[in-house]
């Protein structure tokens, strides 16, 4: 299924209301959020049939759309309704759900604000995003995050992902699966699409503090279970270099889900039991409801 063009694929997609055919779902070439990417979306994982977190990954599309200044035509009951509906409709058992809104192209200009607003929600079965049974190497990207003064940082905003997909396709280019990036300050920030955790010989987590980047559902889920299990962990500044002080290395993400990770850049990790045993309590978690 994953060689098929998304373009090409079969069944339903939510779009603005209802839904429809895969193949009928068109947006003007002139759409607002295409040229000034006046966008946000969500990644949502299904599980058994079930949306792991629908709830606050919805209740963070609408704050990503407030931020973005603009209203989703919709409540977050219909939304989640709707949701679920197209997972049905789909039968899809292990996949992904792409829920996404933007300005339409009414108005084609730096200001849009008579815009119609557009919703889509697409679901599509997808299975592992990398093989959790080795750990990825990454490089360490030369784009850093903005300063949080400079991007509504804490939103999934479509054009905060520029600098990823450059980044990840640079990393792709010398033979890394991924990349690590800082942030306007030079600190570790997050990989493109993931946030990082470290282990340190004392069996502590570290994992830098979500201030210019996104606080993701999944890191927030980590650190509960690791709380729960006793493991210490400490939000802060990280700094490249303390890398070499680390024996262990994992990324946490809707895709990635716990990734370990075996180097990034001149650092090089082991695949520990802590990070297997983290990966397997938190596939416990998200197929919970499945087991019940």
Request: aromatic share 10%.
């Given at each position: 299924m994953e060689s098929v063009p998304y373009d090409k694929r079969s069944g339903k997609i939510w779009f603005n209301g209802a839904p429809i055919d895969w193949s009928d779902v068109k947006i003007h070439v002139l759409?607002?959020?295409?040229?000034?990417?006046?966008?946000?979306?969500?990644?949502?994982?299904?599980?058994?049939?079930?949306?792991?977190?629908?709830?606050?990954?919805t209740e963070r599309l609408f704050h990503s759309a407030s931020r973005m200044g603009f209203k989703i035509p919709y409540s977050q009951e219909v939304l989640n309704k709707a949701t679920k509906d197209i997972v049905a409709i789909q039968k899809i058992k292990n996949g992904y759900v792409r829920p996404i809104a933007w300005r339409?192209?009414?108005m084609m200009a730096?200001?849009?604000?008579?815009?119609?607003?557009?919703?889509?929600?697409a679901a599509w079965e997808w299975g592992p995003y990398y093989d959790i049974n080795k750990g990825i190497r990454l490089n360490i990207s030369k784009w850093k995050r903005p300063s949080p003064d400079s991007i509504p940082w804490d939103t999934k905003a479509s054009g905060l992902y520029m600098i990823c997909t450059l980044s990840k396709h640079e990393a792709e280019?010398?033979?890394?699966?991924?990349?690590?990036?800082?942030?306007?300050?030079?600190?570790?920030?997050?990989?493109?699409?993931?946030?990082?955790?470290?282990?340190?010989?004392?069996?502590?987590l570290h994992t830098p503090v979500p201030d210019s980047f996104l606080n993701g559902i999944t890191r927030r889920c980590i650190i509960d279970i690791a709380t729960s299990k006793g493991i210490k962990v400490t939000e802060r500044k990280i700094k490249p270099e303390e890398m070499n002080?680390?024996?262990?290395c994992f990324l946490t993400g809707t895709a990635a889900e716990v990734t370990p990770v075996s180097q990034i850049d001149k650092y090089k990790f082991s695949v520990c039991d802590v990070i297997k045993d983290?990966?397997?309590?938190?596939?416990?978690?998200?197929?919970?409801k499945t087991a019940a």
């Amino acid at each position: 299924m994953e060689s098929v063009p998304y373009d090409k694929r079969s069944g339903k997609i939510w779009f603005n209301g209802a839904p429809i055919d895969w193949s009928d779902v068109k947006i003007h070439v002139l759409s607002h959020g295409l040229h000034y990417a006046s966008c946000v979306f969500e990644g949502e994982r299904v599980y058994g049939g079930e949306i792991f977190k629908l709830e606050e990954h919805t209740e963070r599309l609408f704050h990503s759309a407030s931020r973005m200044g603009f209203k989703i035509p919709y409540s977050q009951e219909v939304l989640n309704k709707a949701t679920k509906d197209i997972v049905a409709i789909q039968k899809i058992k292990n996949g992904y759900v792409r829920p996404i809104a933007w300005r339409g192209s009414e108005m084609m200009a730096i200001s849009a604000q008579q815009t119609k607003i557009n919703l889509a929600i697409a679901a599509w079965e997808w299975g592992p995003y990398y093989d959790i049974n080795k750990g990825i190497r990454l490089n360490i990207s030369k784009w850093k995050r903005p300063s949080p003064d400079s991007i509504p940082w804490d939103t999934k905003a479509s054009g905060l992902y520029m600098i990823c997909t450059l980044s990840k396709h640079e990393a792709e280019r010398e033979g890394f699966t991924d990349s690590m990036m800082l942030d306007y300050q030079g600190n570790i920030a997050e990989a493109t699409g993931a946030n990082v955790f470290f282990k340190n010989k004392s069996g502590e987590l570290h994992t830098p503090v979500p201030d210019s980047f996104l606080n993701g559902i999944t890191r927030r889920c980590i650190i509960d279970i690791a709380t729960s299990k006793g493991i210490k962990v400490t939000e802060r500044k990280i700094k490249p270099e303390e890398m070499n002080d680390f024996v262990g290395c994992f990324l946490t993400g809707t895709a990635a889900e716990v990734t370990p990770v075996s180097q990034i850049d001149k650092y090089k990790f082991s695949v520990c039991d802590v990070i297997k045993d983290l990966s397997k309590s938190y596939q416990s978690l998200v197929r919970k409801k499945t087991a019940a």
